[in-house]
């Protein structure tokens, strides 16, 4: 697949003029075509996302590029299952692993509320990391939850002013399941116990899709997805 031709100056201050057409070359495009691009593209000027649910895009980002930066956040509040699945995939890829974690003394669920919490330990770590970065890659797919229903696989990310790159997107939960078993990917344990979408330990539980997380709270998201498309 040829490149689309992109002028690229990191942060982006605007939807770059190129984003429409990669937007529409790759909206049907497989994964390992979207990484290939994002890789050529932004360079070390990329970040991908991991929750540690399992494997899948890690697997597809280090064949891009073995070196290719993967970003986790520690929360202070992961189960163990979690924080072995982040060992277990930095051992297997040989992973450059990054882990950001919040500040001493950072809100916390139990004093401060679920949006304090979600705001003090994964948005703003992860701002504070991406401040430097051009474009993230997430894991995100429009299966998971009607918040993400409209998502594409290239887009703009208006409130961090960056390139959001979602290259497993329309895959459905069939897609996923194949792709793990195809390739023997690391699956955090819980998935095996009915957690559908691990989050932190205080506010996950088994589910199905997102109903899991924050049950009963009517709350889909911690925040990190929750951004406009707009210029
Ligand atoms: S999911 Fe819960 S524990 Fe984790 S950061 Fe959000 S509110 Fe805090």
New binding site residues.
Partial sequence: MSAVPVELSAPIARPPLWLPAAAAKFADAPAADILAWAVDTFGSDLSVACSMQDGVLVDLAVQADPGVEVVFLD?G?HFGETLTTARRLKARYDLNLVTLRPGAGAD??DVDG?DA??AA??VAPLERHLAGRAAWVTGLRRAESPTRAAAGTVEWDASRRMVKINPIVGWSDDDVARYIADHDIIVNPLRDKGYDSI??A???GPGSGRDGR?AGSGRLE?GLHLVSRGG
């Fill in positions: 929360t509040f916390s669920y679920t919490c979600c330990r994964k989050g932190c205080p506010c996950t924050w911690c």
